[in-house]
């Protein structure tokens, strides 16, 4: 069964650490995004990856990095740096065949740091 | 600068009756636009697409309609059911854009029995 994969499902942090938010997709799909959701807010985009060792900053990527170095997998790594980290992050994957929509989403990580 | 904007927060609507959901954009570069389905604690879920070059597309009880003079969007749910109930995002992107897409801020659609 394809599909996209973001563990842990809540995630728990102290302020002041960083912390990687996994995601993996077995789609065979090119590009690879991040977005975050907040109440009653959209979904913004942090970063994305059209390829392999390749990513571009989305709106939002102060305070946030992200690898490349597999096709299946794009982890999210939110620094201290990020002034509101707790957020409902959001992973999708799409493939460029198909002029990169629809995006396909994973369930999210709900990440809360005190 | 929204780029994207759904104006009402949220819908409520009977059970059989029609949901109508609207969606403005105002950037002129965008030619595709789609509409997602949350659930709470889930990832959105891909509904029904149109691009630029239609005014309408339909897909089962769901059809999405385009007025590009209006930079204007809706989605038609008939007839709702109970399930229908999520939030909608209405989201948009342009062939020429890194394959990015812009989101709503979505609305809460509730379908009473």
């Known amino acids: 069964d394809g599909g996209i994969t973001q563990s842990p499902k809540y995630l728990f942090r102290k302020e002041g650490q960083n912390v990687t938010l996994s995601c993996e997709q077995n789609?065979?799909?090119?590009?690879m995004y991040w977005y975050r959701q907040d109440p009653g807010q959209g979904l913004r985009l942090i970063y994305y990856?059209?390829?392999?060792?390749?990513?571009q900053k989305g709106d939002i990527a102060e305070g946030y990095s992200v690898s490349r170095e597999k096709k299946e997998s794009f982890p999210l790594t939110v620094t201290s740096a990020q002034k509101n980290p707790t957020a409902f992050y959001l992973c999708?994957?799409?493939?460029?065949?198909?002029?990169?929509?629809?995006?396909?989403f994973g369930n999210g990580t709900r990440l809360t740091v005190t | 600068d929204q780029q994207v904007k759904q104006n009402s927060p949220s819908l409520s609507v009977q059970e059989g009756r029609i949901s109508i959901l609207n969606c403005d954009y105002t950037?002129?570069?965008?030619?595709?636009f789609l509409w997602y389905k949350k659930y709470p604690a889930e990832g959105p879920t891909f509904l029904i697409s149109?691009?630029?070059?239609?005014d309408k597309n339909e897909d089962g009880r769901f059809t999405v309609f385009l007025n590009k003079s209006a930079k204007h969007l809706s989605l038609h749910i008939v007839p709702s059911q109970p399930g229908d109930s999520a939030v909608y995002f209405c989201?948009?992107?342009?062939?020429?854009?890194?394959?990015?897409?812009?989101f709503g801020k979505g609305t809460l659609l509730t379908v009473n029995p």
């Open positions: 999708a994957s799409a493939s460029l065949r198909t002029g990169g929509t629809p995006l396909h």
């Open positions: 789609l065979n799909h090119d590009a």
């Open positions: 990856s059209q390829i392999v060792n390749d990513f």
């Open positions: 950037n002129s570069m965008f030619d595709y």
């Open positions: 149109i691009s630029s070059i239609k």
């Open positions: 989201a948009a992107g342009s062939g020429g854009s890194n394959y990015k897409l812009t």
